[in-house]
């Protein structure tokens, strides 16, 4: 008789336990980003050129003579500098840190950028005097803590540097000659794609900066990673004409800073005066600190010239609102808009107006058609990680437009996750056929049931793409017989439903207990009930049901679902029956036997 060496028994019953473990892979539908531009400047305009560039404080100007300047020439801006001075003992080097909104001059005050931004600027080097090299500062907080991205316009190469506490090193060089030249006279677009990721070859989060140099038929593009500045040691964004032995000329234009959001929900059209307080679409999206709003209008903004605009969002963060008839806001983020021009941000405490502070506004405003303001997580007690907004606007004291909808098409809130819940279980799904219902945003594709330790989650596909809104045009129906017990219940699809939810886009879905008597449609609403994001434009909606919700009769560990699609009262598309199982402990205790096998089989497992 042979028995099997530890270490193999050992290896077994790992491999066994990952294999047990494997059967309850997670699985999750997520929603792309959608790019949103934050910011953008084509120096068109010499007055907002002025107020969102720093050009004084950042210049270097040796001896103060004048060698070194910023300024605005036929709608671009200059950097011009002269390195040629044998008395100046530092080199001039003018520099130009992005402002938006709220700030001063001065390197301690700079805009905020979120972590994960790309920036593109266009540049030229004229042919006289002929030098100049460009750079961008992605990540900049002041000149001792720093990343350069630099174009050698001499040389035909990227040149990546850093600085931290005041020591420059370079990190790369990159020739790109054999892609295309930077000739004379020419315009060339710098784009610089920034991330704080993780990278698994170094096992840390580090910056992940992404370059493409490109004129109209040639482009290169390269990467680089490095981790020597953290978070903390940044925020903003700079640009830099250098060349450091001759005179020297560099032309910049079309600055665009972008940013991946989430669209929280896009507003059916209509008529609302000043169109500037009319919402088209709220965006949100979060980093480690702060939260990013962005809301857009349907004109370009400006001051009126009687009255202050206002553009308030309100957040509930202890998401109350779900279990009430009204919103109940924590906070309200207002935007103002003085008759001067003058325009700022302010948090206040909504059930008492007490003010909390300023708000930084990253980007938009004046002569633009959106607003972008950060809210810094730290000052929004009891943020959990999700949070209810709506939103309205106004002149002097009349309200003018509300978001999400509009009087007399008003959907609940949105909902904005900071990081999106998912389920510890795998995806039951059931396919329906398609082309059995038309237009296709009737035929139902897939109904689907996951599940974690809180909460249910219900897939619903279709062959078409949901509305941003619709009313009681269109209505999604998942029937949930909690006790699977086919004798209680609306009875409907072979099952006994005690519970419907039901979702009509530019609403919160609702979750319904019924009432009747099993043929009557008679039914009590319970609660509002979640998305996992806003399906417009997209084939499957992710709704979310606490399993608290599900109160009497209680879930079962199996539940049957019955999905159906309607037009107002028509039934449009139905499934089949669903059979899915519920329980969280369920998982665990099935992982805990198999893995308790595998362990004996391990100890026990012998060759004979």
Known sequence: MLTLPGNIMRILAIL?????????????????????????????NEVETVKHLDI?????????????????????????????STQNTYYDEPIAVVKFYNESDGFSSYAALPYNYTVTADFEVPSTPGYGNFYI?????????????????????????????????????VDFSDNLTISKDSWYTLKVAVSWEYNNDYSMYMNHFIVTISDASHSFTTDFWDGNLTPTDYRGLGFLGFDDSHLFKVYMDNVVVSTGMEELGLEPSESVSPADLNFTAVYMW?????????MGVSQQISPDSSDTKYWVAQLDVDLDSRTSDSFNPDYNIQVSLDTSGNMKGNLFVASNGTWLGNLHLLGGGIDEDYIVVEVDKSSLTGLGNGLYLKAYSQLGSNEIDYYPGVPDLTGDYAIYYLSKPSPTSGWSSLSDTAGDASPEVYDILYLKSAYNSDLLFFNFTIAGLYPWSGGDTYIY????????????????????????LEYEPGFMSR?????????????????????????????????????????????????????????????????DTLVAPVPEYGVWVAVAILAASAILLARKLKWS
């Open 16 to 44: 066994l336990l990952i294999v047990s473990l494997g059967v309850y892979a997670i699985h999750s539908d997520a929603q792309p980003s959608k790019n949103i531009v934050v910011y953008q400047l084509d120096f068109s």
């Open 56 to 84: 004084s404080t950042e210049n270097y100007d040796s001896y103060s003579d004048g060698s070194a300047k910023e300024y605005v020439y036929n709608g671009v801006f200059v950097f011009e500098g002269n390195n040629t």
């Open 477 to 500: 129906q998942v029937f949930v017989d909690a006790d699977n017990d086919a004798s209680t219940g609306y009875q409907v699809g072979g099952l006994g439903a005690d519970y419907l």
């Open 286 to 294: 979060n980093d480690t600190d702060i939260i990013y709003i962005y």
């Open 137 to 173: 500062l992605p990540r900049y907080k002041d000149v001792n803590n720093k990343y350069e991205i630099a174009v050698n316009t001499q040389s035909n190469e990227l040149v990546f540097n850093y600085v931290k506490n005041g020591n420059w090193v370079n990190l790369r060089i």
């Open 511 to 575: 979750l319904w207990l019924y009432t009747g008597n099993g043929s009557t449609w008679s039914w009590s609403v319970i609660y509002k009930e979640d998305y996992m994001y806003n399906p417009g434009e997209l084939d499957n909606v992710v709704l979310l049901v606490y399993k608290s919700d599900f109160n009497d009769p209680q879930l079962a560990s199996t539940i049957k679902l019955y999905g159906q699609t309607v037009n107002v009262s028509v039934l449009e598309d139905s499934t």
